[in-house]
């Protein structure tokens, strides 16, 4: 069975500085997805980035990015130019490949402070 | 527009009174799940549908039902409510077809409490 862990339950970020947040994973497969997920007080769940496990390239999505780190099973979300709108819940989760089920890891919490 | 949509989105009730939470989706997805969040654990899945009259076990099945009648509809049924089930509830649909991106739409999410 797969496990995805969150280590850092909660940070906080200055509004325009950067945060990093970290995500490992346990695997036995070899091709399957990674994905960040933004839970906003609204409790929506917001699709903010995703990496396909056999494209080395990391994935961005404007001020988002990802450090995937395959050998490592290494998955950090790093947001630029934090915005206040940014705060929320974020969700590291794991899909095996063509599987469609989603394990998420605990979750962390991000404050933007203006 | 394409959506899941989730109802009631909240919920208080009593040990044992049963009920039910629906769930519907307008993208023809073949695949639909169920899950559960709670703080630190992040969300579990409870139960998953493959396509019409096809479901299994999550990873936290025990204390509820679901069905799958139609293709666009999913309910979550609690029998037997118990205060442990008292979570957020999340719906989600995708794609199996193998040509299509298998990215999960998310309901809204159901807030139940359990007294």
């Known amino acids: 069975a797969q496990t995805v862990t969150q280590s850092q339950p909660e940070m906080s970020v200055q509004e325009a500085e950067t945060v990093t947040l970290s995500c490992t994973y346990d695997t036995s497969e070899n091709n399957y997805y990674l994905f960040w997920y933004k839970q906003p007080p609204s409790r929506q769940m917001i699709l903010v980035i995703r990496?396909?496990?056999?494209?080395?390239q990391n994935a961005t999505e404007n001020r988002f990015s990802v450090n995937f780190q395959k050998a490592a099973k290494s998955f950090s979300l790093k947001i630029s130019d934090s915005q206040l709108g940014d705060t929320a819940m974020y969700f590291c989760?794991?899909?095996?490949?063509?599987?469609?089920?989603?394990?998420f890891g605990g979750g962390t919490r991000v404050l933007v402070k203006p | 527009e394409a959506q899941v949509t989730q109802n009631p989105r909240y919920l208080i009730t009593v040990t044992g009174k049963k009920l039910t939470v629906t769930c519907s989706q307008n993208?023809?997805?073949?695949?639909m799940s169920w899950y559960r969040q709670d703080p630190g654990l992040g969300l579990r899945q409870i139960y998953y549908s493959m396509n019409v009259e096809v479901t299994d076990k999550g990873d936290v099945p025990e204390g509820y039902k679901v069905s799958r009648k139609e293709k666009r509809n999913f309910p979550l049924i609690l029998e037997s409510p118990s205060p442990n089930q008292t979570s957020l509830y999340f719906c989600?649909?995708?794609?199996?077809?193998?040509?299509?991106?298998?990215?999960?739409?998310f309901g809204p999410g159901t807030r139940l409490t359990v007294l």
């Open positions: 993208m023809n997805h073949e695949y």
């Open positions: 989600a649909s995708s794609s199996l077809l193998r040509d299509r991106d298998h990215e999960q739409f």
């Open positions: 990496q396909e496990a056999y494209k080395q």
């Open positions: 989760a794991f899909m095996k490949h063509i599987f469609n089920k989603l394990t």
